[in-house]
Nanobody, 116 residues
Framework: QVQVVESGGGLVQPGGSLRLSCAAS????????MSWYRQAPGKERELVAG???????NYADSVKGRFTISRDNANNRMYLQMNSLKPEDTGVYYC??????????WGQGTQVTVSS
């Protein structure tokens, strides 16, 4: 029923840009807290950015000034605009929804590779 699906990953050169998208369904998107996580090979999954239902955002220090999280409640979508990409940004990026009832739902992940 609840579905969270990421898209937009790919291979980019250092300094390039990429825009990830997360399509959500099966719950009231407008009241959910949405987040992007990433996991590099051999590393722990880490929070990249989050956006609350009222629009407040937070970012990991490593991406501040380069990444922008946003949401389109009319279309049940969340985005992550990634600029000035670095090789250390490489990893699988996951979309997570936390519903008003407190349940977490994860997407399948999309691969982002930053390499020259």
């Amino acid at each position: 029923q609840v579905q969270v699906v990421e898209s937009g990953g790919g291979l980019v050169q250092p300094g390039g840009s990429l825009r990830l998208s997360c399509a959500a369904s099966g719950f009231q998107f407008s009241t959910a807290v949405m987040s992007w996580y990433r996991q590099a090979p051999g590393k722990e999954r880490e929070l990249v950015a989050g956006i609350r239902s009222v629009g407040g955002t937070n970012y990991a220090d490593s991406v501040k000034g380069r990444f922008t999280i946003s949401r389109d409640n009319a279309n049940n979508r969340m985005y992550l605009q990634m600029n000035s990409l670095k090789p250390e940004d490489t990893g699988v990026y996951y979309c997570k929804a936390r519903t008003w009832s407190g349940n977490d739902h994860w997407g399948q992940g999309t691969q982002v590779t930053v390499s020259s």
